[in-house]
């Protein structure tokens, strides 16, 4: 009688190999919402501007500017925005990119 242990164990290594190549996507809607900020980074430096002052009139201010890798390297963030979804979710955009003039 034939041993069918390691046919057992090569089919549950498989099948495991498949499952936890899918256990780090995320969904279509969630991947969107986080490659689209992504996208909008890679259209241009974005930043805040802070102007305080407090009740003995001093004053303070405060810059944060954020400025991305793809912006630097030229990236077009349509294209940032496709590749992220497809890696992030394994299948295409399901809403187009809309960059707002702000």
């Known amino acids: 009688m034939p041993c069918r242990f390691p046919?057992?164990?090569?089919?549950?290594t498989l099948a495991g190999l498949g499952l936890s190549a899918?256990?780090?996507?995320?969904s279509p809607e969630q991947a969107a919402r986080i490659c689209e900020e992504?996208?909008?980074n890679a259209a241009g430096p974005t930043g805040k501007a802070s102007i305080r002052v407090n009740n003995r009139g001093e004053t303070r201010a405060g810059l944060k500017l954020k400025?991305?890798?793809?912006?630097?390297?030229?990236?077009?963030?349509?294209?940032?925005?496709?590749e992220c979804v497809r890696r992030k979710s394994g299948q295409g955009p399901i809403r187009p990119l809309i960059l707002e003039d702000t």
Do not use: E, N
């Not at 899918?22 to 995320?26: D, H, L």
């Not at 400025?67 to 496709?82: A, C, E, H, M």
């Open 7 to 12: 046919f057992a164990i090569t089919t549950l």
């Open 22 to 26: 899918c256990a780090g996507m995320t």
């Open 67 to 82: 400025v991305t890798s793809d912006f630097l390297k030229g990236r077009d963030p349509y294209q940032v925005y496709d």
């Open 38 to 40: 992504r996208a909008r």
